[in-house]
């Protein structure tokens, strides 16, 4: 019989392709965009909103567009024991639409603001800046149709990019897809020109002008660029209404000193946009690896079963903020550090090592010990791997006398105390501006 205690025939496990564990030293990027996007989105009379990562698959393919390349190859999606198919959120708008709609979010003043820092899935292929599961944060503004709203979005994003120190490294860019009427009346004007051209299309480029003719342009086959090419243009189809919002938000951009490059060929891969679009591109990398993107998507809670509302809102990908810090040299504060290491020598010296520690940690202290039957010597050089700058001796000596040696691990100086005055005197010596403290409300 085979023996599972055997280490020899103990499995050696690894993260599934394109997932990642985030380690202590990538956690302190992590913290520190999170608490830029809360600081800057409660300025703005943003909420934080967190959905399931697990929503019935409808949600996704109705919301992001069932012809959109992120539903049809990139969804983890799997049966229920009842048979009904779930997925992994690839993106963060459709669930904050279910949401928004489930709980009556109409009911509040309204534009309803949201952001969310949330993991997302897509069974991309992996490569640089490209994961199976990555973070978004995201911002949302439902219950709104105003430029200014759109142009306030970008603005809070562009300040959060800057609050990372590496906004100046990328570029927006802009464009207008027009409003729904626009639309409706651009993709009717497609399938006119298709029409006698079908021989052209497979059959699932047929379903994709049926349903989103937008999505022929992301073709590679050369005769269809041909066709495309000489198909009506959008530009053209846009209207006064259409192009007058749009050159508000330019204006409201340029108002701010928001820097941006209109691209009259920027589409997003999701189906809900309307009017705006927008993403920050890498001004080295370009298109390839955008740090984030957005627009509005005025018909997405009416498709998804709520009344008429418009709304707009913009993601961002976490993983390739931290990859521009880094590349920036940008570090977030380290806040691990620990001050002391408490070393004791046997089983009454350990009690009083634990009593120490606790006391240490409630006053803001740093502090780790009492790990082991080890010698004083061993734990002292374990003091120094840790790089504590003062170590708590409990010999028996000390134990008996209710006493410790309090050490200076950098200058290898000691002083002993009664026991009781150790957390006061490290408290001071560790200094009131280093304590880890918090009380809840703060
Ligand atoms: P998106 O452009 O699909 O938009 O994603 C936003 C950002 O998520 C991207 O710019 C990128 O930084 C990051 N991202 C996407 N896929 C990956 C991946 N496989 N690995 C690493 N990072 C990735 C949306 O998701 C829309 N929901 C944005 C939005 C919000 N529009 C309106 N409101």
Do not use: C
Request: net charge negative; aromatic share 8%; proline share 5%.
């Amino acid at each position: 019989m085979e023996n599972s205690l055997d280490p020899s025939s103990t499995p050696y496990f690894q993260t599934l392709r394109g997932f990642h564990d985030i380690l202590p030293d990538d956690s302190d990027y992590y913290t520190l965009i999170k608490k830029v996007v809360r600081h800057r989105g409660r300025q703005a009379g943003f909420r934080r909103i967190s959905t399931p990562i697990l929503e019935a698959s409808e949600v996704f393919t109705r919301g992001i567009g069932d012809t959109s390349e992120i539903v049809q190859k990139e969804m983890f999606s799997m049966l229920s024991h009842s048979g009904k198919s779930m997925s992994l959120k690839p993106e963060g708008t459709a669930g904050v639409v279910r949401s928004y709609i489930e709980h009556g979010m109409m009911n509040l003043p309204q534009p309803v603001q949201l952001y969310y820092i949330e993991p997302h899935f897509r069974y991309d292929r992996p490569q640089k800046g490209r994961y199976r599961q990555f973070h978004q944060f995201g911002l949302e503004v439902i219950g709104g149709r105003d430029p200014s709203i759109d142009a306030q979005v970008i603005l809070l994003a562009q300040k959060i990019l800057a609050d990372l120190q590496i906004a100046d490294r990328f570029t927006l860019q802009i464009n207008t897809i027009g409003n729904m009427a626009v639309r409706d009346n651009y993709n009717n004007a497609l399938r006119d020109y298709f029409y006698g051209k079908e021989r052209h299309l497979t059959p699932e480029l047929l379903v994709h002008l049926e349903k989103n003719p937008l999505r022929l342009f992301d073709t590679k086959d050369e005769d269809l660029k041909i066709l495309l090419a000489l198909a009506p243009k959008l530009q053209d189809f846009l209207d006064a209404e259409s192009r007058n919002y749009y050159d508000e938000i330019k204006s409201f951009l340029t108002e701010m000193r928001m820097p941006f490059v209109e691209n009259t060929s920027l589409v997003r891969g999701l189906d809900y946009y309307t009017d705006i679009v927008f993403e920050f591109w890498d001004k080295h990398d370009g298109a390839q690896n955008a740090i984030g993107g957005g627009g509005r998507y005025d018909g997405l809670v009416e498709l998804m079963g709520g009344r008429a509302t418009p709304a707009t809102g913009a993601a961002f990908g976490v993983e390739r903020i931290i990859a521009h810090m880094k590349d920036a040299e940008v570090a977030p504060p380290r806040k691990d550090k620990m001050h002391v290491f408490v070393a004791q020598l046997g089983g009454v010296a350990k009690k009083k090592a634990v009593r120490i520690l606790s006391e240490l940690h409630d006053a803001g202290v740093h502090a780790i010990g009492a790990v082991g039957k080890a010698s004083m010597k061993y734990q002292l050089e374990l003091a120094n791997k840790f790089d504590v700058d003062w170590a708590v001796l409990l010999g028996e000596i000390e134990v008996k006398d209710n006493t410790a040696i309090l050490r200076n691990m950098r200058a290898g100086t000691q002083e002993i105390m009664p026991l009781p005055q150790v957390t006061a005197r490290v408290v001071e010596l560790v200094g009131p501006e280093n304590l880890d403290t918090y009380r809840i409300g703060e």
